[in-house]
């Protein structure tokens, strides 16, 4: 049951985009519980992951990205989202939505953000 993530593209340093995670094969009663969570896999680097929602809301955030990200859930849209502020070149890769713990099934195509200096 792949994810399907968008909303990535080119952006310059400093600025923003916002990635968007939809889940339309994933019935509510399974998506709803769930915690969702956006990774990314820059070149070379392994993949990581950046921040995370549980079903009541709470959030979690990698380091290199508190205070610049945020990530929110809509349950009825069965839609996680990624607003990502103060883009640094370090940044770029591309960024994956999945359940976490991740799992192998839910791995989409990704979408790839670049960030120029």
């Known amino acids: 049951v792949q994810l399907q993530a968008s909303g990535g593209g080119l952006v310059q340093a400093g600025g923003s985009l916002r990635l968007s995670c939809r889940a339309p094969r994933t019935i509510s009663s399974v998506f709803n519980p769930s915690t969702r969570g956006w990774f990314r896999q820059a070149p070379g680097k392994e993949r990581e992951l950046v921040a995370s929602i549980t079903s009541r809301g709470t959030t979690n955030y990698a380091d290199s990205v508190k205070g610049r990200f945020s990530i929110s859930r809509d349950n009825a849209k069965k839609t996680v989202y990624l607003q990502m502020n103060m883009l640094r070149p370090e940044d770029t890769a591309v960024y994956y939505c999945?359940?976490?713990?991740?799992?192998?099934?839910?791995w989409g195509q990704g979408t790839l953000v670049t960030v120029s200096s």
């Open positions: 999945n359940i976490v713990p991740a799992a192998g099934d839910y």
